[in-house]
Every structure is written in C-alpha cells, then in structure tokens.
C-alpha cells in the first residue's frame, strides 16, 4: 500500500471503467512513486473528491490508494470467472489494471446441459433406488405398527436438501470465490461445515421425531410412549450418520469437481441427491427396524440411543464455532432448517395417510423420484443464482437498496441472462429424465401401479407443474434474500426443497386420487 501526502499530489486523472463511468484517480506529482512495473499494482478509485481549498489551513491529509497485488487479483478473477477461457476481454487495453467488476458467467445452455445432465441422471437413479426400497420396506413390520415412520420419511429425505445441499452450495460458492484455495483455508472451512451439519443433523432428527408423534397423535388420539421413544431414536441416529456419510462425499466432490474444471454448482447438489434419498432411507428402515425389535427385550436401548447422540452436540458446536462463516450460521441459521422439516413433515403425513390406503400403495415407489427431481433441479438452480450473486456484487454496496420487483414467469424462464438459461435447460430435463425412471422402475417391476398411457400423462403433469412453480420461487426467493442481506446459500435451499416435497407428493396423492375415480386402477403389480 502506498500512501502520498496531499502535498505530494499534483494531478487528479480521469479514471474509466469497462462500463463507461468515469471516476477521479489520483495521480501522484513524483513519477518515480509510481510502479513502473505493469500489472503489478492497482488504483482503486476515488468515490469523492476532496476539498483542495481548504488544504492550506488544514494538517495535510494522506490519500490513500490500495494497491494489490497481482497474483492475488488474477486469483481472485480467475475464481470469479470460473472459467478463463469464456471471459470476455476488455476492448480497452489502457483499463488492464482496473478493478472491474466481474462479469456474468458465459455459459451456453449447451454447456449448462452436458455439465447438469450426468448428475442429473445419477441422482434420479439414486432416487429410483430409493424408491424401490421403501416400495419394500412399506410392508415391514415396523412401517406397519408404527405408521408414523412414513412421517419421518420426507422429513429425513429433506435433510439433503435442508443440510447436505446447503453444504454443497456454501462450498462451492466458497471455492468459486477462492476461499478454499489454500491447504489451511481449505480444511478449516471443511472442519467448520462438518461440524455444523452434524449439529443441525441431531436437532433436526429430534423435531423431525416430535413432528411425528404430534402429527401421528392428532387424527387418531392414540400416543404410546414406546413408539415415541422409537421413532426419537430412529430419527437422530438416522439423521446423525446420513449427515456425516453424506458431508465427506460432498467435499470429496467439490475439491475433485475444481481441479478437473467442472463447476461444483452443477455437479455437487445432484449428487448429494443421488446419493442422499437412497443412503437416508436404507438407514431409516435398518435402525428402526432393529430399535422396534429391541422394544421387545430391552427398555433402555432406544432412550440411551436418543442420549449418545444428543451428548455428541456440545462437542460439534464448539468445533464449528471457531470458523466464522459456520459461526454464522449456527446462530442465525436454524429459521429456514426448522420450518423447512416442517413442511416436509406436511408432506410425510399426506404419504403416510396415502400410502396406509391400500388402493394407493403405488404411490410409495414414486414419491422418492418426484421429490428428489424437483428438488435436485430447484437445488442447482438456487445454487448457481446465488454464485452468480457473489460474482458479480459491487464492492460496496448500498446500505438500503432499492426494492427489487418480483419476477415474471416470463423474466424467470425466457430472459437473455445466464440464469433464465439455466432455468430453461433444467426445465427441459424434466420430462425426459421422469420417463427414463419410470420405465427403469417397471422393467424392474417394482411399485403397484401399470405404467398406463393416462397415469404417465398424469404423473408428468404434477412433475412438471411442480418443477415450474419451484424454478420460479428460486428466480424470487433467493434474489429477495439477497436484497435483504441474507446469504442465500444458506436460506434458500431448505424452503425450496422442502417446498419441493410438499409439492410433488401433494400433486402426486392428488394424481393417484383422480387415477382411482376414473377407474385406472392397478395394485397388483409388483407383489
């Protein structure tokens, strides 16, 4: 930093951005004080100008220019360009070393697709899986005493999206802005996020737990302190180990996705998906299975269960609060954890009361694939909005920014900007992809239901109504969080995933419903 008293300065230079404004630079009197080596310093630029009337009855003050240096500003571009070789170049050589802001991502859809779809097609299969096992597990002793585990299903599922995927994206936005570029940086943003997810894991499970029983209780009258300590247990421990497993993929994904040039945004929220439904249900149906059998012999096991993880809390809080961002969010960022586990716990009563019907047993393969699609798609989208945010927010920002008017459906899906085309290019994935998994489920003839003509039109009817409604509360939501200084990374996903599960199982009991009451009834497939 070099730093020329008033007196030293002679000149003020008009100083012009890439975007056609002009700024005052100052220049300093002595040219030997100027670095004669190009590029190795910056002028930042003056907002005002000051009173040089007054400079001879005042002590002189010192002008101050912030000069940085090189390799950290080409570091910082070259994270917030992601990718050098679509940079656009200025036209003006004589404006190499101003501090421009960073321009929009230029990618083409086709780009956008062939990054997207191999995730894409990895998640929806993990979502196939998963609903082949709980097409199993439906019909489980477990499932069909305590019917209340079908409540923890969403709610548990939801957790990639409330946990995992906000991991994935404060991440990814983390290494795209070059927060993660050293050793040390690096592994104590990991440590700090571990950390972070296993603490909201444990009181997730819990609520996610006393959901159930509240929701389980109130239409029928009938507790029982047995099943309550039961699905207690289950939903922690199963939360607990999910996180983990899930976290340590996740980071393995975002450092592997920046040293081989792939954008983490498009690939690390899908896989999280793939791997997150099929992993978290085939926990959830295991331990409760075992604790339900416990009940029988054993008293104590299920409340020292509930207690071992509930210990382990203090320990993860005391790990995460030494990092400043997960700081953060331990303190502030249980809003949107909470109320996001209970609108998926909406959606895991309207499965529950579906799927308990026999008529409607179909319905349990599909809910995992619907769910996860919606909410894969609507994750990469958030994600990448709220990048993009980061990227190309000025460096000074205004204290109360003008009220941003909500979006049109128009704006959201047919703008010229990088976000409408990644809202068109995913929307586009929806109907394809659901029809690769619902011919993967019947060649492995699992579900009850016959895939007829009238039920795929139906059931991409919800898919799609489901995916356009959540592209288009990303488009609002996460620059409405942004306008009010809430970091979407950390907001926004959880809403849009759990809206994602409340909505494609609400759409698709509503489907099952109408399938019945036309008469295209089909149960027997698959038993």
Not at 276 to 288: E, M, N, R, V, W
Not at 330 to 343: C, Q, T
Not at 426 to 438: I, K, R, S
Request: hydrophobic share 50%; glycine share 8%.
């Amino acid at each position: 930093m070099q730093i020329f008293p008033h007196s030293e300065v002679d000149m003020w230079g008009p100083f012009h951005h890439s975007n056609g404004s002009v700024h005052p630079v100052i220049l300093p009197n002595n040219p030997e004080e100027v670095p004669q080596t190009p590029g190795e310093y910056e002028l930042t630029e003056m907002t005002s100008i000051p009173d040089r009337s007054d400079q001879e009855n005042e002590r002189p003050d010192m002008v101050v220019l912030d000069c940085r240096a090189n390799a950290k500003g080409q570091r910082e571009e070259d994270a917030l360009l992601e990718n050098a070789s679509q940079s656009n170049e200025s036209d003006d050589t004589s404006t190499d070393q101003s501090p421009v802001p960073p321009a929009p991502l230029k990618e083409t859809s086709f780009s956008i697709g062939l990054q997207v779809l191999f995730p894409f097609l990895l998640a929806g299969f993990g979502t196939v899986a998963a609903g082949m096992v709980l097409d199993i597990v439906q019909h489980w002793t477990v499932f069909t005493e305590v019917t209340e585990v079908f409540i923890l299903v969403p709610a548990l599922l939801g957790l990639k999206g409330n946990l995992e995927m906000t991991l994935a994206s404060r991440l990814s936005t983390a290494a795209n802005i070059g927060q993660m570029d050293t050793a040390k940086d690096m592994w104590k943003m990991i440590m700090g996020n571990l950390a972070l997810i296993q603490v909201q894991a444990t009181v997730v499970g819990f609520l996610a737990s006393i959901a159930a029983v509240i929701f389980g209780w109130i239409p029928e009258g009938n507790f029982k302190m047995g099943h309550a300590v039961l699905l207690c247990a289950s939903s922690v421990a199963t939360a607990f180990i999910a996180s983990l497993l899930l976290g340590l993929i996740m980071i393995g994904v975002i450092i592997a996705s920046r040293k081989v040039g792939i954008n983490p945004d498009n690939v690390a929220t899908p896989i999280a998906a793939s791997l997150g439904d099929l992993i978290t249900l085939a926990l959830l149906a295991g331990i409760s299975t075992g604790l339900y059998k416990e009940l029988e012999f054993n008293d104590y096991a299920n409340p020292m269960v509930c207690a071992f993880f509930v210990a382990l809390t203090p320990i993860w809080v005391l790990i995460a609060r030494r990092t400043p961002s997960t700081r953060e969010v331990l303190y502030s960022g249980w809003e949107p954890v909470i109320i996001a586990m209970a609108i998926s716990s909406v959606g895991g009563l309207i499965l529950d009361k579906t799927v308990s019907n026999p008529n409607f047993a179909g319905m349990a393969v599909f809910t995992p694939v619907i769910n996860g699609v919606g909410g894969n798609l609507v994750a990469v989208q958030a994600s990448r909005i709220s990048t993009y945010l980061h990227m190309n927010a000025l460096p000074i920002a205004e204290p109360n920014p003008a009220p941003r008017k909500c979006p049109t459906p128009w704006s959201t899906f047919f703008g010229s900007g990088v976000n409408a085309r990644s809202a068109r290019v995913l929307f586009l994935l929806v109907a394809p992809g659901h029809l690769v998994f619902l011919y993967t489920i019947n060649s492995m003839q699992g579900g009850h239901t016959t895939l007829t003509s009238v039920f795929i039109a139906f059931y991409l009817a919800a898919a799609l109504l489901q995916v356009v409604i959540l592209l288009y509360l990303a488009d609002w939501m996460v620059n409405w969080m942004w306008h009010r200084g809430m970091d979407p990374d950390n907001f926004s996903i959880p809403y849009l995933t759990a809206l994602g599960d409340l909505l494609g199982t609400g759409f698709l009991a509503l489907c099952f419903h109408i399938l019945w009451l036309i008469g295209d009834r089909d149960t027997d497939v698959g038993d």
